[in-house]
């Protein structure tokens, strides 16, 4: 099994929809244990009870920590209390974003200074800080793999995505200048940039059933792609098989991004 022996930490975990629950099915099943965080308190028990219907053949213990993804001293207080529990882990994916429903409902060109902010700071600045305090606190093993969630948003102007376009292209620069710095202590940091799935999240996207529809028909592969599949090539890049890729954007998206028209 591909992750055998290895932690895994789940950040973004909201609903049995969520792509982070696509990944913890694949981690779990090829091998990982699996640590989780979410978001408020108020989740905390639909989160939990959630987890416990991940496939644990070993019977570890699953169990979810609270984590403000807006907060230093909350993503700081949250991989405390993991290190103290688990001790190092080695990977961990980030599977937040968010942003305020007005900027993604008006004209990208109306967008406050407060909501491109917002935006950037939960879905973007928030893996510098993950990143950042999780190496302050030797949180992470060698060989460890941080992966981040993205979309085709960020190349190119999509109706609808408007300021979270471009929060996803600082995630995927970010995603470049961690790996750089990174790298020197042999942690990789890639991206997945996943085709469109109905979330909780993609719920606020304007005409987002539409946009499932365009992949269907102009994608190589016909068909829009599961959480079970961007999962598994997340397992893909928290292994051993991908350790000499770094820096990356990988696309899971039935091929949608390599047409031109
Ligand atoms: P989701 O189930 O709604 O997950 C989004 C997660 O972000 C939720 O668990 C949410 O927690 C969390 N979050 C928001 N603000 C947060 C904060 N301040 N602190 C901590 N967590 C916070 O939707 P999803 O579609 O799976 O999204 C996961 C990732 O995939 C996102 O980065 C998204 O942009 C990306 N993505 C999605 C698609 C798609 O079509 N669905 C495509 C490509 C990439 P709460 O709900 O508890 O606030």
Redesign the pocket.
């Known amino acids: 099994m591909l992750l055998e022996g290895k932690k895994i930490l789940i950040m973004?975990?909201?609903?049995k929809?969520?792509?982070?629950w696509g990944v913890a099915n694949s981690c779990a099943e090829n091998g990982a244990q699996v640590i989780f965080t979410?978001?408020?308190a108020e989740?905390a028990e639909k989160v939990n009870a959630l987890i416990q219907e991940l496939p644990n053949p070993n019977g570890f213990t699953v169990e979810s920590f609270q984590?403000?993804?807006?907060s230093d001293q909350s993503i700081q207080e949250c991989l405390e209390n993991i290190k103290a529990k688990y001790g190092k882990v080695d990977g961990i994916l980030h599977?937040?974003?968010?942003a305020n429903t007005e900027d993604l409902r008006n004209d990208f060109y109306k967008t406050s200074r407060e909501g491109y902010a917002h935006a950037c700071d939960?879905?973007a600045y928030s893996l510098v800080a993950t990143a950042r305090i999780a190496k302050e606190i030797d949180l992470l093993n060698e060989n460890a793999s941080i992966v981040a969630?993205?979309?085709y948003g960020a190349e190119k102007a999509i109706d609808g995505y408007n300021v979270m376009g471009v929060a996803k292209a600082a995630l995927e620069a970010s995603i470049r200048y961690l790996a750089m710095n990174l790298g020197k202590e042999n942690i990789r940091v890639n991206g997945i940039s996943?085709g469109?799935?109905k979330?909780?999240?993609?719920k606020g996207i304007k005409d987002f059933n539409s946009i499932l529809d365009i992949v269907e028909e102009k994608a190589p592969l016909h068909r829009n792609v599961t959480t079970r599949e961007v999962g598994d090539a997340v397992t893909f890049l928290f292994s051993n098989m991908s350790s000499a890729i770094t820096g990356e954007i990988i696309h899971v998206d039935s091929g949608y991004s390599i047409m031109g028209v």
């Open positions: 973004g975990i909201r609903n929809w969520s792509i982070a979410h978001n408020t989740s984590c403000d993804a807006g599977s937040i974003a968010h939960i879905s969630l993205t979309y996943a469109p799935i979330t909780l999240s993609a």
